[in-house]
């Protein structure tokens, strides 16, 4: 049926809106084990991605695989990848317990995942209440424990974090990369790169339908070229120390301080007290990160010429790079490596994969009649499944 690896491979991936280029030769892999952001403007094409991968927009060309199947050749899909592209269509009489059961009899589960998923996205206290009167960020951990009841190897997500506060934004970070950690597939999308950043291991950032890069955000940090920020009593000594140590990047910044480029902070300060120049400050230049994503995405390098943000190679990858290619991969952030300072204690619980009391054969065994209660069985207005016709068209 499939090859079970939880890889999403986007090959080519091209949709055209009538005159509209939506998505233009797209290409990128998702490993299991990482959480990958997919980043863009509005209208930079993430949706129609996503939607091109989940099978309810047909491309004009190229191909999407997860487990190396295109989606509609997964056989159970829910089973396989969990996908949140909006988090509304809730019934809004109907208890976010009742909500969930309609979906688990919709794709075969039994009732008592119902109340696993919501516990697991924190919602456990709220049940039996009305998704009609849930918070925005309390709708996203509602379509979050939809996209979680078919137990998925993949979890697909646009724009999860719209809505959330810090502490629904802290809280989801840690929620996938668990799931991550388990060795799953997480594939999210994001406007705000902000929103994400401690969240991913890779990106793939989009503008106008177009990949602009592709790999860790340390790589595309490590492609801009860092300065340190000196101030020695004496400037002329230190640039004639430097520049004896083969250092030629160096400027004088309006504030009176030098810029040296090509040495970190260390080896500037050990230059300077090997020439007995006293240092009153030294800091090394934070690469703005915001301030990269607005230049790859505001149109500034999608004219034909080199693109600075490339990777490895110099170009921007064409082709799904495959595991093979491993500069375009960031290794997997080890767990701890994000702190959440700044952000009120955690009010819910942290999610645990596998859960301990989770077990998939143990679900399937005991669903074998539709859950009785349910007086209503088919999922509520607004939803398809994915596979099962478009959010809004488009084919
Ligand atoms: N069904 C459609 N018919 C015509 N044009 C469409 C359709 N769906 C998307 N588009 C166009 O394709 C482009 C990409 O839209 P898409 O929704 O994929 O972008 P996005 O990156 O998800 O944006 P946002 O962050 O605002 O959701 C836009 O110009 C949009 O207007």
């Known amino acids: 049926m499939h090859d079970g690896s939880g890889r999403i491979v986007v090959q080519g991936l091209t949709k055209q809106f009538g005159p509209v280029t939506a998505v233009q030769n797209l290409s990128f892999t998702v490993e299991p084990g990482s959480v990958t952001g997919f980043l863009g403007p509005?209208?930079?094409?993430?949706?129609?991605?996503?939607?091109?991968?989940?099978?309810?927009?047909?491309?004009?060309?190229?191909?999407s695989f997860i487990n190396g199947r295109p989606f509609h050749?997964?056989?159970?899909?829910?089973?396989?990848?969990?996908?949140?592209?909006?988090?509304?269509?809730?019934?809004?009489?109907?208890?976010a317990r009742n909500h969930l059961r309609v979906y688990a009899a919709a794709i075969g589960v039994p009732d008592q995942a119902a109340d696993h998923v919501l516990d697991l996205v924190g919602l456990g206290a709220a049940a039996g209440r009305k998704a009609g009167g849930f918070s925005l960020g309390m709708k996203q951990r509602l379509a979050l424990a939809t996209a979680l009841l078919g137990d998925p190897q993949v979890l697909v997500l646009d724009e999860p974090a719209n809505g959330l506060d810090p502490e629904g934004i802290a809280w989801l970070r840690t929620f996938l990369q668990s799931y991550a950690r388990a060795g799953r597939t997480v594939l999210i999308s994001s406007h705000l790169l902000a929103e994400i950043e401690q969240t991913v291991d890779q990106v793939v950032i989009v503008s106008r339908g177009q990949t602009m890069y592709y790999g860790s955000l340390d790589q595309l940090r490590g492609s801009q070229r860092s300065r340190v920020l000196v101030q020695p009593s004496d400037a002329g000594a230190l640039v004639a120390a430097l520049q004896a140590e083969g250092v030629t990047g160096i400027e004088q910044v309006p504030d009176g301080r030098l810029a040296v480029s090509g040495m970190d902070a260390k080896q500037v300060a050990d230059a300077a007290l090997k020439a007995g120049v006293s240092v009153y400050g030294i800091q090394e230049e934070r690469v703005d990160l915001e301030q990269l994503?607005?230049?790859?995405?505001?149109?500034?390098?999608?004219?034909?010429?080199?693109?600075?943000f490339a990777g490895p190679q110099g170009q921007i990858p064409q082709g799904p790079p495959g595991p093979q290619q491993s500069g375009y991969y960031a290794a997997p952030t080890p767990s701890g490596q994000f702190p959440q300072q700044g952000y009120p204690p955690q009010q819910y619980q942290q999610p645990q994969f596998p859960p301990p009391d989770y077990q998939q054969q143990q679900y399937q065994q005991q669903f074998q009649q539709p859950p009785q209660d349910n007086q209503q069985q088919q999922p509520p207005p607004g939803y398809q499944q994915p596979g099962q016709g478009g959010y809004g068209g488009g084919n």
Do not use: C, D, I
């Open 293 to 308: 994503f607005f230049q790859l995405t505001n149109g500034q390098y999608t004219a034909a010429g080199p693109n600075p």
């Open 73 to 95: 050749q997964l056989g159970n899909p829910a089973r396989v990848v969990g996908a949140v592209l909006e988090a509304q269509g809730f019934h809004p009489k109907r208890t």
């Open 42 to 63: 509005n209208g930079a094409g993430k949706t129609t991605t996503l939607r091109m991968l989940l099978g309810l927009v047909t491309p004009t060309a190229g191909s």
